[in-house]
C-alpha cells in the first residue's frame, strides 16, 4: 500500500462489481454516447470502404491479364475518423451498392474472359498439333457456356492457388471429349462449390470476431478491424493471432469502460453526500489521477482524491485532507464531518455498483492536513455566509462554491 507524505485520512480498494458491466453504457453521459456512435459510424463504412478497395485491386490485377474486357472501379472517397451516424448509414449504402454491383459484373467479366482465354488456347493448340494455320476446331457452344457460367459463380475472395486449380479443371471439361465432358463439368462445379463455401466460412469467423469490437474506440481497435478485412482474402490466415488480438483490444475496451464507470459513480457518490467536486473531476482523475473535493462552509480545507494503479487491476484511491499553507483551518476542525460524509459515500457507490473495501483509515484526532502552495489550492477561499450555506444534500437551487482551475503540485 502506497501512502502520501501526509497521513492519509482514507484509503481504499475501488473496483465495479461485475454486475455493472451490464450497465456501462447506460451510464455513460451523452457526449460520450454520441462519440462512440460517430466512431462506430466511422468504423462501419471504413469496413464497406476497404472490402471495395480489396474488391478494386483484384479487378486491377485481373486488367492486366484481359484488359479493358475487365472493367475498371472507380476509386472510393476517404473516410472521416468520425461521422454522423445518419451520413455515414448513407455513404454505407451507396458502397455496399457499389460493391455488389461491381462484385456482379466483375464475376461475370471474369468468367467470359478467363473462358474467352481457354477456348482461344484449346484452339491455338488443335491447330498445331493438325499443322494448320488456322483451325476453327474448339469445344461445342453448349459445354463452353457451361463452363463460363460454372466460372461466373467463383467468388473473388478465392485463393490464387485454387484460382488455378479450378483454371485447370475447366481446361480439362474443355478439351475433353463429349462423353467425358460431362464428368469433368460436375467435377469443375464442385470445385468450384467448394471454394466458395471456404470463402463462406471465412467471413463467417472473421465476422463474428468483428461484432466483438463493436462499441471498441481507439486505433488499436481500428488496425483489427483493418486485419479482419484484409483476412477475407487470404486462404489461410493466421486464426489464433487474430483472436488474441480482438481478446486484447476487448479487455482494454471494458477495462477502460470500467474504469470510466468507476469515476463517475465516485463523482456522482460524492456529490450525493453533499460535496462539491473540482471542476471536469472525472477528466482530472482519468488524466491527472487527481482530482478535489469539498463541503460547504469549509474554509481553506478541500479532499484530494488520488488514483494509483494497484497490482490486482483495480485502483487504490487516497483520500487526504489539504488546505493552503497560509490558511488557519485544521483537519480537526472538518475531520468528523468528512468521515461521516465518507460513510455515505461507501453506501452511494455501494448502490451503484461499486466497491470501495476501506484498507487504512486514519484514527480520530490522528489526521494531518496537508499544506499546498497557497496558489495551487484549487477552490476560492472565501467562506460563504451562513445564510447562503446550502443543507446536505444538494439542491438545484443551492449556491455554489467558486472552483479555480490550477496547476498540480
Same mark, same amino acid.
Given at each position: 500500500?502506497?501512502?502520501?507524505?501526509?497521513?492519509?485520512?482514507l484509503v481504499g480498494g475501488f473496483a465495479v462489481g461485475s454486475a455493472a458491466v451490464a450497465g456501462i453504457r447506460l451510464?455513460?453521459?451523452?457526449?460520450?454516447?454520441? $462519440?462512440?456512435?460517430?466512431?462506430?459510424?466511422? @468504423?462501419?463504412v471504413n469496413a464497406a470502404a476497404q472490402r471495395y478497395r480489396a474488391l478494386a485491386e483484384r479487378v486491377a490485377a485481373a486488367r492486366g491479364r484481359y484488359g %479493358?474486357?475487365?472493367?475498371?472501379?472507380?476509386?472510393?472517397?476517404?473516410?472521416?475518423?468520425?461521422? =454522423?451516424? $445518419?451520413?455515414?448509414? *448513407?455513404?454505407?449504402?451507396?458502397?455496399?451498392?457499389?460493391?455488389?454491383?461491381?462484385?456482379?459484373r466483375f464475376q461475370s467479366e471474369f468468367a467470359a474472359a478467363t473462358t474467352a482465354e481457354l477456348?482461344?488456347?484449346?484452339?491455338?493448340?488443335?491447330?498445331?498439333?493438325?499443322?494448320?494455320?488456322?483451325?476453327?476446331?474448339?469445344?461445342?457452344?453448349?459445354? *463452353? $457456356?457451361?463452363?463460363?457460367?460454372?466460372?461466373?459463380?467463383?467468388d473473388p475472395s478465392v485463393g490464387a492457388v485454387l484460382i488455378e486449380r479450378i483454371r485447370g479443371y475447366a481446361t480439362d471439361a474443355l478439351a475433353a471429349s463429349k462423353s467425358a465432358a460431362g464428368r469433368l463439368v460436375e467435377d469443375l462445379r464442385y470445385l468450384v462449390d467448394t471454394a466458395n463455401r471456404g470463402v463462406a466460412e471465412r467471413r463467417r469467423r472473421l465476422r463474428e470476431l468483428a461484432e466483438r469490437l463493436v462499441g471498441?474506440? +481507439?486505433?488499436?481497435?481500428?488496425?483489427?478491424?483493418?486485419?479482419?478485412?484484409?483476412?477475407?482474402? &487470404?486462404? =489461410?490466415?493466421?486464426?489464433p493471432a487474430l483472436e488474441a488480438a480482438v481478446d486484447r483490444?476487448?479487455?482494454?475496451?471494458?477495462?477502460?469502460?470500467?474504469?470510466?464507470?468507476?469515476?463517475? @459513480?465516485?463523482?456522482e457518490?460524492?456529490?450525493?453526500?453533499?460535496?462539491?467536486?473540482?471542476?471536469?473531476?472525472?477528466?482530472?482523475?482519468?488524466?491527472?489521477?487527481?482530482?478535489?473535493?469539498?463541503?460547504?462552509?469549509? %474554509?481553506?480545507?478541500?479532499?484530494?482524491?488520488?488514483?494509483?494503479? &494497484?497490482? =490486482?487491476?483495480?485502483?487504490?484511491v487516497h483520500f487526504n485532507l489539504v488546505g493552503p499553507k497560509d490558511g488557519n483551518t485544521?483537519?480537526?476542525?472538518?475531520?468528523?464531518?468528512?468521515?461521516?460524509?465518507? =460513510?455515505?459515500?461507501?453506501?452511494?457507490?455501494?448502490?451503484? $455498483?461499486? +466497491?470501495l473495501s476501506i484498507t487504512a483509515r486514519a484514527e480520530e484526532g490522528a489526521t494531518e492536513l496537508q499544506r499546498v502552495d497557497a496558489s495551487r489550492f484549487p477552490f476560492e477561499r472565501a467562506e460563504p455566509s451562513a445564510e447562503a450555506r446550502p443543507s446536505r444534500s444538494r439542491r438545484a437551487d443551492a449556491p455554489q462554491i467558486e472552483q479555480r482551475r490550477t496547476e498540480r503540485p
Open positions: 500500500m502506497i501512502f502520501l507524505p501526509a497521513a492519509a485520512v451510464a455513460a453521459d451523452a457526449y460520450v454516447e454520441r $462519440q462512440l456512435a460517430r466512431e462506430a459510424a466511422a @468504423a462501419q %479493358d474486357s475487365i472493367t475498371a472501379l472507380p476509386e472510393v472517397p476517404p473516410v472521416k475518423a468520425r461521422m =454522423d451516424p $445518419q451520413e455515414a448509414a *448513407v455513404l454505407e449504402a451507396r458502397l455496399r451498392a457499389a460493391l455488389d454491383d461491381g462484385l456482379c477456348t482461344s488456347a484449346l484452339a491455338a493448340t488443335a491447330a498445331h498439333v493438325a499443322g494448320l494455320p488456322r483451325a476453327p476446331r474448339g469445344p461445342a457452344p453448349e459445354l *463452353v $457456356q457451361s463452363v463460363e457460367r460454372i466460372l461466373g459463380r467463383i471498441c474506440p +481507439g486505433e488499436a481497435a481500428d488496425a483489427v478491424r483493418r486485419a479482419l478485412v484484409g483476412a477475407e482474402d &487470404d486462404p =489461410d490466415p493466421d486464426w483490444v476487448v479487455e482494454a475496451a471494458i477495462a477502460a469502460a470500467l474504469q470510466d464507470y468507476a469515476t463517475r @459513480a465516485l463523482r457518490s460524492l456529490e450525493a453526500a453533499g460535496c462539491f467536486v473540482e471542476e471536469d473531476f472525472d477528466l482530472l482523475l482519468a488524466q491527472e489521477r487527481m482530482a478535489h473535493i469539498r463541503r460547504p462552509g469549509w %474554509d481553506d480545507v478541500a479532499v484530494r482524491v488520488r488514483l494509483r494503479p &494497484d497490482a =490486482d487491476d483495480q485502483r487504490t485544521e483537519a480537526s476542525a472538518v475531520e468528523h464531518e468528512w468521515c461521516s460524509t465518507f =460513510d455515505t459515500v461507501v453506501e452511494e457507490l455501494a448502490r451503484r $455498483q461499486v +466497491g
